[in-house]
């Protein structure tokens, strides 16, 4: 959650609020007795954590895993929800304890730290590959991002039940795996497998040099599809799901990147299941991130399954520029990224001004001219007309392939055209900023460019 969220799906916080008052109580711990009323604290074996409602955890293992720390069988206890995806018909995550977590991370301390947003910050730590128990790195160790909520946060602890209800339960390649959580007195935490690359919004915009003056090199073409198709089909998998989830909050910032920079979808703590019962929409208070939110939700609060399309459609008009969604380092006309390229989208003439120059011509111009036609129906104004996420990575999918294909007929000497060179020389100066520090882990980078959110 790297961002502060514009608004709140919790009509009684106001009442949390003055109840937490009334009993000098801590607000964090109001909130999670009113989220978690229908709890009957369920202890797991060994462990003195709580379970959320209805929800059988395991002593070992991860999300998705047995007491073994191995998957179950592929259709046992679970619905099937595609090729790569299941829905477990009930979460599978480890309970921890606060003591547990605290000596996974050194105490919280601060070089352990590896992002932070409005929920709190995350800390990197360690654990038992085999038993899920505080370890030191080495062998028979691996790392995870361990999410520590801000004592102070109201709203997050609607997100941390979220989170655990979504990811508890939806299991696929492209969604970041959820391995347990801590609920413990004033203490919420939530345990994630550990991204090592960190966000997309950290390599597209981060021009800083790292460390040691090494130059960070921009993501080549190739990657950056390879990145959106794993981003989109995580989407589709949400989308074609019994409930249709919507997740609300699609970012180039939730999108994390393993060692290989296979993309994973992050941070559910705005996820919503979709429309039911016939119905097109589900109205609920304007959650979300300026820039990425779709025009119809951000107007009447009614969010549809093709508003997430929106957002995916921003994304990859950033992955096409290398530039920001809103920044207001830019001139005045350009600060809104969506509003300025849309005339460059619809133009063949016009997409090579548009192209991120730091890939010096080092991709299909065909390719780069079917993923903007895609970004322009991703960024229709009415809902309707936008595809499917399905079509979306169908649409991906062949652009990579075009992509493959012209890689061979690629100048060996890597310069730009000359033609896309003469593009370039009149465009405008594309200021691009963001954070120089190394993390990973499902929430925003410390001193990373926020976007703003909604509310």
């Not at 801000?150 to 508890?168: A, D, I, K, M």
């Not at 290989?260 to 929409?281: I, T, V």
């Not at 820039?291 to 096409?320: C, N, Q, R, W």
């Amino acid at each position: 959650m790297g961002n502060c969220c514009f608004g709140s799906d919790v009509p009684e916080v106001g009442a949390v609020k003055a109840m937490a008052h009334a009993h000098h109580a801590h607000p964090q711990v109001a909130m999670a007795k009113r989220v978690m009323a229908a709890s009957n604290a369920a202890v797991s074996p060994g462990m003195p954590g709580r379970s959320p409602p209805g929800a059988p955890t395991t002593s070992t293992g991860g999300a998705g895993t047995g007491a073994s720390g191995k998957p179950p069988p592929a259709g046992g206890g679970g619905e099937a929800a595609g090729a790569d995806g299941r829905i477990l018909e009930v979460p599978n995550l480890r309970v921890f304890t606060f003591a547990e977590l605290r000596a996974a991370t050194r105490n919280f301390k601060a070089d352990t730290v590896l992002g932070e947003g409005g929920f709190g910050r995350v800390h990197k730590g360690w654990v038992d590959e085999r038993t899920m128990s505080p370890a030191r790195n080495g062998a028979g160790s691996m790392p995870v991002a361990v999410k520590k909520l801000n004592p102070e946060s109201l709203q997050g602890v609607q997100e941390w039940q979220s989170e655990v209800n979504f990811l508890g339960r939806l299991s696929h390649p492209n969604l970041v795996r959820l391995l347990g959580y801590c609920w413990e007195d004033k203490e919420l935490l939530l345990v994630y497998e550990y991204m090592a690359k960190g966000s997309l919004e950290n390599h597209l915009f981060r021009s800083e040099p790292r460390k040691a003056g090494a130059a960070v090199q921009p993501l080549p073409w190739s990657l950056r599809l390879r990145i959106a198709i794993g981003a989109a089909r995580g989407l589709a998998f949400l989308h074609s799901s019994e409930k249709h989830v919507i997740y609300r909050d699609f970012k180039a910032s939730n999108i994390l990147l393993d060692t290989h920079f296979n993309a994973k979808l992050s941070d559910f703590g705005l996820a919503k299941d979709g429309p039911a019962g016939g119905s097109s929409h589900v109205t609920t208070r304007v959650m979300g991130t300026y820039g990425y939110a779709a025009p119809e939700y951000v107007a009447t609060g009614h969010l549809y399954v093709k508003s997430d399309v929106y957002g995916f459609g921003v994304v990859l008009l950033e992955i096409l520029t290398g530039l920001r969604a809103l920044d207001t380092d830019r001139p005045a006309a350009q600060q809104n990224l969506v509003d300025w390229a849309k005339p460059f989208l619809a133009d063949r003439r016009k997409l090579a001004r548009l192209v991120d120059p730091r890939l010096e011509g080092q991709y299909s111009s065909r390719g780069a001219q079917r993923a903007a036609q895609l970004a322009l129906r991703c960024l229709a104004a009415d809902h309707k007309n936008r595809p499917s996420m399905r079509e979306v990575v169908a649409v991906l999918e062949e652009v990579e392939s075009m992509s493959t294909r012209s890689a061979a007929t690629t100048r060996l000497d890597g310069s730009a055209s000359p033609r896309l060179a003469a593009a370039r020389s009149g465009r405008a100066q594309r200021p691009v900023s963001g954070s120089s520090s190394d993390w990973a882990g499902p929430a925003g980078g410390r001193g990373a460019h926020p976007s703003p959110r909604v509310g």
